[in-house]
Structures are given as structure tokens and as C-alpha cells.
């Protein structure tokens, strides 16, 4: 996209200072727009084996409209690739706002599988721009019900349309030099892509798993439908709910979303409980917006919505059981990938970094995320309230909380039941009962489970 003038002097601060990302993406998501020119058949037919989908500039605000995007959209049409179109706005109000949200959705190519409102620069004041950002977003609504995404780079977004975003689909958000830390469905990490297709440059932006907060499949941008209904011009079967991550528990660490407008009671988030991390000492189900839970924050005694935070291991676990496939990174920042992927269900003994803000797992070759919904820890941290355990397996109580073959105590057979009254962690991660006759017992998963 068309960056603007503060924009581009970050990137040129992020590249003296050597932060650019190297990322390597499986398949592109370019940005084109008539400055990658008017495409040729011969170009769109290759480029369909190197993009998961396209988003095609239509408009440098209401005024000017993109000289080849008819021309590219057509091809993508006749090549089957799917594609979004953006409106790189220019509005100055409210009204100009609506105006500019009529003419994109009369000059793009119906085919379109979304629309994009490309906000990031502007001469209005933060109110006026959220309303009127809101405006764009109200009139497109009123034309069509697929999926609307917001995009802007980090600090625009948040200054200029912290509150007007969050009534979009999604949002795809520009940052160079490192991840975003606000919730975002769609990265563009780098303005130099090359696209051997093309044989020139472009923007690429990455939606997997592991590059954003709030992931979408491929067929989400692709279904060319709304989170919730049909468009009127497609009978495609409307795309579910994508829910955020909404399994936490009492006790779990969770990070404040920058993103984070309201708390559940509708009272305003202030900026300074945001990007800080908060214990939950309660949950509740609720299904609301794009949650299925409350967590309960101490310290701001708040309900938040569980697509407000983020939560990530604190302190260390010892042993981690993976949720889904992970991607194992060379580095700490999650920017160079291993080329192994961990599997769903697998068992990693590992140790806890903060990077930054955020939290990862190191282990045997490299670095995974400690998010909570990518992985759950495999030690019992808490005492059951029935304080009865049941042996998986075959094992031993100790004397003491030192595991080792000469303080053992008893034998315990596969299915044997173990009072306990207390648990305790070792500096290493892992967790150990004390029994109700003051001897010890793991607290591993794979071995006791509790009743």
C-alpha cells in the first residue's frame, strides 16, 4: 500500500537499526495496486500458484480510481484466484467518508471476496477520525454484508481509530520491524516480497496460526461472506463464528490487549491497564461478540471478554502438551522458522523466556509461543477439590520431595487411589503432591490424573 509520510520514516528507522523481519511465507498475500502496473494473463495464470489470495487497490480515495484494477480483477476472475479490494481513503468527515465507502463498492469487481478500508493518514482529530472511520464502515455495511477489514499500522490504528476498528471483521496490520502487540488477523510484515511471477516486489502480509492473535483459515477471507450472513450476491453457506481462544482457568496469566475498548461492565479500558499482564482468579461462560468466556482480572477487579487478553504461561511449567501443530522457530522473537513443525498432542519438556512483552517456550532446537491456547502444561497446578488422585500408571510415593530410588515410600498400582492435602513446584517447572500421610507424588498428567 501507498505508506504514508510517518510511516515511511519508521521503516526507514527500523532498517537502520537492522529490526526488519526475515519471514518466510508458505504462499503470498500480496498488496497490488497500478503501481505493480497492469498485469498480464501470462502473469496472473503463474501468480495463482504463489498467492493464497490477492487485495487489489481500487481507489486513492473517491477522487481517483486505480487505472488497472479493472483489468486485474478481471484476470484474477478468469485465473480463480481469490482476491479483496481496498480503499486507500482520503476522506475528511463523516460525509466525504460515506461517499468514499459508495464509490469503492461501485467501482470493485463484484467477485470481490471482501473489502478493505486502508486508513492511515489523516489531518482529523482522533474523535473525528474514529467517526468517521465508523461512517465508512456503517455505509459499507448498508451495501454489503461481506466481511469488512480494517487496516492501518500499529500506531495509527490506535490513535486515530482505536474504537471505530473493533466493529470490523478483521483487522490486517502493517508493522516491519516486529509483530504487532494489538489484536490483528493479518500481518503485513514486509514491503519487499519478491513475487518471481511478477518479477518485481510487493507487500506480503501472513494470517497462520502463528503470525497472529486472531487466526481465520484460508477459507474464511475466501468464503466471500460476513462472520454471519450470506452476501446478497452469493448463495454461499454463511462462515461460523471465528471465537477467540475462550478456555482459561482461575490462576492463569493473561496479557491486556492493547486493542481492549470496553470491560464487560461497558466502563472504558484505560490506556494504563492496557499491555500489562493480569492474574484470572474467575471465569464465566458467555457467548458474546467473538467470546465464549469472561475472565475476571485481579487487581482491576474487571470482567473482560476473553478476546480482550491474551494468556501465556508465567512462571515455570517444566512440561508442555501441544493443543495444535506448532511451528518450531530458530529464534526468540519467532521470526525464522526451523522447518519442523511440532505436532498436535506432542510433549515438550521446556523453559520459559519473556521476550518483550511476551512470553516463549525454549526447547530441544529452538523456540515455540507460550500462549495458552497453543499448549497446556503438563504438571497439575492446583490441588483437586476432592483432593483424590487416581494412578495412570504404576508408581511411587516418596519420603521426600526428592524423587531418587532410595527415598521411596510405597507402591502404587495403575488405577490405586492417593489422598493429597498439598502441591508444591520445583525450580525446574515440574509439580508434586504431598500425600495425606505427609509422603510425595508427582503431579505429572501422564501419570495421576485427578478425581
Known sequence: MIISKKWRWLVLLGSCAGLLLTVSAKAAVPDISEWQGKLTSTQVSSLKSQADFVINRVQYGSSYEDLYHTNNESLYVKYGIPFGSYDYSTFTSTATAKAEAQKLYARANKNTKFYVLDFETTSMSSSDANAAVKAWYTEMRSLTNKKLIFYSYQSFATTYAN??????????????????????SLWQYSSSYYLSSLGQYVDNSLYSSSSVTTYHPLSWWTSGTSASTSDSTTTTTPAATSYAYSSYTSGQHVYLNSGASKYYDKTTVPSSAKQKYYKV?????????????????SGLNKWVLAQDVTGYWVGQHGVYKLREDSTLFKDVDLT????????????????????GNFYRIKINGGYITAKVSKSDHWYYESLPSSKWLKTKTGLYTYKSSNFVKSNRNAYHAAG???????????????RYYRTNKGNYVTANRSLVVTQ
Open 416 to 430: 490405586d487411589r492417593i489422598k493429597v492435602t498439598a502441591i508444591y513446584s520445583r525450580s525446574g517447572g515440574s
Open 163 to 184: 474504537t471505530a476498528r473493533q466493529s470490523f471483521d478483521a483487522q490486517w496490520i502493517a508493522n516491519y520491524s516486529y509483530q504487532p502487540t494489538i489484536s490483528y
Open 281 to 297: 482468579t474467575a471465569v464465566k461462560s458467555v457467548t458474546t461478540s467473538r467470546s465464549k468466556q469472561l475472565v475476571y482480572l
Open 336 to 355: 525464522t522458522k526451523s522447518g519442523t513443525t511440532l505436532k498436535k498432542n506432542g510433549i515438550y519438556s521446556g523453559t520459559l523466556v519473556k521476550r
